[in-house]
């Protein structure tokens, strides 16, 4: 992420969660379709405490044309209306807290079980899409903004509400292992959200697919059976400074029964993956789904464990020579991609190595780039270090996919490679821990 025929999965075994092909991508086609007033999107069935403003950029896109065909032809736009519903219905805070801790989750499920055939995939779209999943999400987000209560609600307590829905309907809260066998391997996976929408605003991202495919699959390993445990973060500077990175992964580094394995996620190159071995602390401030960037260091928050001073780069731990030759042969080429850009120690000129950083080196870009891709990556292998943790951490760049030109949400091409593009994933996640 964050450069601006269908194989099955590795291993599979008796999955409590069976995971089904299913993945997304980043279209390059310029539609630009501007945000309909929100008004226009208002739940079918109420929603009358809803006012016309609140609604983030982002959460403005959802009133468009292709976001309202996705949920329609998803049926989750009946999740949105039925939120709206009992938001409106809440007569205090404790009671509107209870609806967005249970729609938050059941939204998530609701995403997790569709990709693996246990909800119905209504009007023609396909159910390992993730941009359902994205789409109600903001739907949501934009009616607790828009949200006009007849009790006293500051901005502290609805920005609290929205941050638990987040959370939630990202897998945060899901992501547990409780339901592991016992001597099962526990292993945590990461994808994005679509970003890039004011390109085209039908841009799906294959590791969000991948991670809602993955959410409780059981699969084989060299190592043995594995559980794996998936979660969603947002394209947005703004919650990775704030922590929300460091918050969903600081437990399974820590406590009694810690993952045995970190692997973060997102759209790389196309064509290729790519296992990146360096990740670098500079974000280089390109627009995130927000319109908004900032060049600086990436800031690590209070609280959590970290390592001082902060480091300019951090490593993967996985094995890539090991993965690169256990997927010769899958659909798409695996790379071990170590090229960084620095600027060496007592110089001002960025300079890209292709080899790694050299000691003493400012970061400029990981090889993953300097989007957040990155940055979850440096986030995730800091927390390794910080926590000592010998495990597999590391991040994957998927394949770009793009959609045809006629303006569809979907087509048999892009659905054939966006499952081939899961299966692949699996095969890697599989091949990254390691005996």
């Keep these: 992420m964050n450069r601006p025929a269908p194989r099955a999965g590795a291993g599979a075994h008796a999955p409590r969660k069976t995971p089904r092909a299913a993945a997304a991508a980043i279209l390059l086609l310029p539609v630009l379709l501007a945000p309909a007033n929100p008004a226009q ?9 809803l006012g016309q403003d609140g609604a983030t950029v982002e959460e403005a896109r959802v009133t468009g044309e292709v976001p309202r065909e996705i949920l329609d032809r998803s049926g989750f736009a009946a999740s949105v209306d039925r939120f709206t519903r009992d938001l ?35 009007g023609g779209l396909s159910a390992g899409d993730d941009r359902p999943l994205y789409w109600a999400r903001l739907g949501m987000a934009s009616a607790l903004h828009r949200w006009e209560p007849d009790f006293a609600l500051d901005g502290e307590e609805r920005a609290a509400l929205v ?50 495919a993955l959410d409780g699959a059981v699969i084989e390993t060299a ?26 992964l600081v437990p399974h580094y820590t406590g009694e029964r810690p993952a045995d394995a970190v692997i973060t996620v997102s759209q790389g190159r196309p064509e290729r993956f790519d296992l990146e071995a360096h990740n670098g602390a500079w974000r280089g401030g390109a627009p995130d789904n927000e319109g908004v960037g900032e060049e600086e ?80 990556a440096y986030r995730n292998t800091l927390l390794r270090d910080a926590t000592g943790r010998d495990v597999p951490a590391g991040h994957i760049h998927t394949p770009v996919l793009s959609l045809g030109q006629d303006g569809e949400v979907t087509d048999p091409a892009f659905e054939e490679e966006r499952a081939a593009i899961v299966g692949q994933v699996e095969e890697i996640v599989a091949a990254a821990v390691r005996p």
């Design 88 to 122: 409106c219905g809440a007569g205090d805070a404790d009671r509107a807290a209870a609806v967005v801790e249970r729609h938050g989750s059941a939204l998530w499920r609701a995403a997790v079980d569709r990709v693996r055939g246990e909800g119905a995939a209504e």
């Design 297 to 376: 260091t990436v800031p690590v928050p209070e609280g959590v464990p970290t390592v001082t001073p902060q480091p300019q780069w951090s490593d993967s731990s996985m094995d890539h020579a090991a993965i690169v030759g256990e997927t010769d042969g899958a659909p798409f080429p695996v790379f071990d991609n170590t090229a960084v850009t620095e600027i060496p120690e007592g110089g001002t000129e960025e300079v890209v190595r292709p080899d790694g950083p050299t000691p003493g080196s400012q970061a400029r870009a990981g090889g993953g780039g300097d989007y957040l891709s990155n940055e979850i």
């Design 41 to 49: 999107a208002e739940p079918a069935g109420g929603g009358g405490c």
């Design 163 to 212: 941050a638990d829905l987040d959370r939630r309907s990202r897998g945060h809260h899901d992501a547990d292992f409780s339901d592991a066998e016992e001597g099962a391997l526990r292993i945590v996976v990461t994808g994005f959200d679509p970003f890039g929408l004011d390109a085209d605003i039908r841009q799906a991202n294959p590791s969000g697919a991948a991670a809602l």
């Design 223 to 248: 190592d043995g059976v594995a559980v794996v445990e998936a979660m969603l973060f947002p394209v947005r500077w703004r919650d990775f400074g704030d922590g929300m990175v460091e918050e969903a």
